[in-house]
């Protein structure tokens, strides 16, 4: 079993939707909490990070943690096709901030006009 | 790409030829970090560095190897390529930090390197 499971989709949506993606996780270890985009042929590039549990906001992102479901969510409201893109999930645990991080594969996401 | 290069950005090499990939950062980021990116698998860890001729190992590092002589620059080595190679290659970096903004230990990754290994 991977430590960080995540649906890899495709996912398709129409634009206006809430579109929400999700990960679990076995590591109980694990205190933060990354979601990254990643286009077509480029590098990810950070979206969201969390640090234990909670959600945090910004814009149309929200970013939910419950670590006693091992469970991580992102949702986007209002999804454009702009946002048509792999959300790839990723976290650590806590203490050093050396080393590797753990990802999921990704999940595809198309939002069509 | 947070002032991070990537070069070659593509490579089609021959089964048992050496390959070099080079990243270059301009951010003057401790942390540098090297990652594959293959279907199935997302992005799995090959080698890291903590500073200039610290390195480490991943959690796939068999067959590669890397060299830090400078701040700014981190090497991937294949020393002798196989088709299994054939992947996406990111190179990332990130700064410590145990205060501040979340951000300063977060990685933040280059284009990637297209390998295909014939």
């Known amino acids: 079993q991977k430590e960080v499971e995540q649906d890899p989709g495709p996912l398709s949506v129409p634009e206006g939707a809430i579109v929400s993606l999700n990960c679990t996780y076995s590591n109980s270890a694990f205190q933060y909490f990354m979601w990254y985009r990643q286009y077509s042929r480029k590098g990810p590039e950070l979206l969201m990070y969390t640090y234990s549990s909670g959600n945090k906001e910004d814009g149309r992102f929200t970013a939910q943690v419950d670590k006693s479901s091992k469970y991580i969510s992102l949702f986007i409201r209002d999804s454009q096709p702009s946002d048509s893109a792999t959300y790839l999930c990723a976290m650590r645990p806590g203490g050093s901030t050396l080393g590797r991080l753990y990802f999921g594969r990704g999940t595809q996401l198309t939002v069509w006009p | 790409d947070a002032g991070i290069t990537q070069s070659p950005r593509h490579k089609v090499t021959e089964t048992g030829t050496p390959v070099t990939l080079r990243c270059h950062q301009t951010?003057?980021?401790?942390?540098m970090y090297w990652y594959r990116q293959d279907p199935g698998h997302g992005l799995r860890l090959i080698h890291y560095s903590y500073g200039v001729k610290d390195t480490d190992k991943g959690e796939v590092s068999d067959g590669y190897s890397v060299s830090r002589s400078k701040t700014e620059d981190f090497l991937l080595t294949l020393e002798s390529a196989t088709s299994s190679q054939t992947s996406v290659y990111f190179c990332?970096?990130?700064?410590?930090?145990?205060?501040?903004?979340?951000?300063?230990?977060?990685?933040?990754f280059g284009p990637g390197t297209r390998l295909t290994v014939l």
């Open positions: 990332a970096i990130s700064e410590p930090g145990t205060s501040g903004p979340p951000h300063r230990d977060t990685q933040y």
């Open positions: 951010e003057n980021h401790r942390y």
